[in-house]
């Protein structure tokens, strides 16, 4: 009798750390989930609408001359990934040299959603205009 119940004790013990375990897996993986829900809420949240685009699409010719080419490129890349979307124009020859170099800016923003490129493009901006 006593042993049927020292194996009931052990069963019940292994039955509970068992429990215990799977609980806090579960709990970690709610967790995880509950951060990547709160950073989804947070990038949609960033998410701008075409008024403060076009707003910084204005404040952007206003920067000063001494932006760099590397910023003028990302600009130009990000507005027109906003405004068109993927490229879609052959890539211009090696002797356009202004050219090619836009047209890269641009492509290599293939497959950008429209809304993320906006959000940078205004970000990128603020940024230009704040260092200025």
């Not at 951060?35 to 206003?62: G, H």
């Not at 507005?79 to 890539?91: E, L, R």
Request: hydrophobic fraction near 40%; glycine fraction near 4%; charge should be positive.
């Amino acid at each position: 009798m006593e042993q049927a119940a020292g194996r009931l004790i052990s069963a019940t013990s292994v039955l509970h750390t068992a429990i215990t375990c799977t609980t806090s897996v579960i709990n970690l993986k709610l967790s995880s989930l509950a951060s990547r829900i709160t950073q989804l809420s947070k990038q949609t949240a960033k998410m701008v609408s075409q008024e403060e685009f076009d707003k910084a699409a204005e404040e952007a010719k206003a920067l000063p001359k001494n932006t760099s080419n590397d910023d003028q490129l990302i600009l130009y890349g990000l507005f027109k990934q906003s405004n068109v979307g993927d490229c879609n124009t052959k890539k211009p020859g090696m002797l356009d040299m202004k050219g090619k170099a836009k047209w890269e800016a641009w492509n290599k923003l293939q497959g950008k959603s429209k809304e993320d490129a906006m959000t940078e493009y205004v970000a990128k901006v603020a940024s230009l205009k704040a260092a200025a």
